[in-house]
């Protein structure tokens, strides 16, 4: 798989987490300890805090790394899952893909996404469809 997109955030992200960890611990010892509800919900608030900013921080960068690098095309006639795994199987061979995703519609056409850590050669895309024995639909999403 290729670099992730919190590659270069990932030091920032483990010291954060480090220090919800010892928040998390910090709250066990209080529970431990019978500390007043109030003063332990308080910690739990600022942990659960300090998580979304985690999650935040993880989700603009998987916007702006992987989702940017994703490409949707349109492939007609697939109608099982049967068929999704053979599209699937087929683009994630291309040298670069990181994933696929496949939104079967059996009535038409099934949007498929290819993820990438860089763009993909349409050419590549459109081979492996057809090796798979299908067809793209008439135009890219």
Not at 20 to 32: F, L, N, S, T
Not at 107 to 124: E, K, Q, Y
Request: charged residues 20%.
């Amino acid at each position: 798989m290729g670099v992730n997109g919190y590659e270069s955030n990932k030091a920032d992200l483990r010291k954060r987490l480090s220090r919800v960890e010892g928040q998390v611990r910090g709250i066990a010892r209080m529970v431990d300890e019978d500390k007043y509800c109030i003063d332990i919900l308080t910690q739990v608030s600022a942990a659960t805090k300090a998580l979304e900013t985690v999650a935040l921080s993880l989700l603009s960068d998987h916007l702006a790394h992987c989702v940017a690098q994703a490409s949707a095309v349109l492939v007609a006639g697939m109608t099982c899952s049967h068929c999704a795994s053979s599209v699937s199987d087929e683009l994630n061979a291309i040298d670069g893909v990181d994933g696929v995703t496949v939104d079967l519609n059996a009535g038409g056409a099934s949007r498929v996404i290819v993820h990438s850590a860089a763009p993909i050669d349409p050419t590549a895309v459109r081979a492996a469809v057809e090796e798979a024995g299908y067809t793209l639909a008439t135009s890219p999403i």
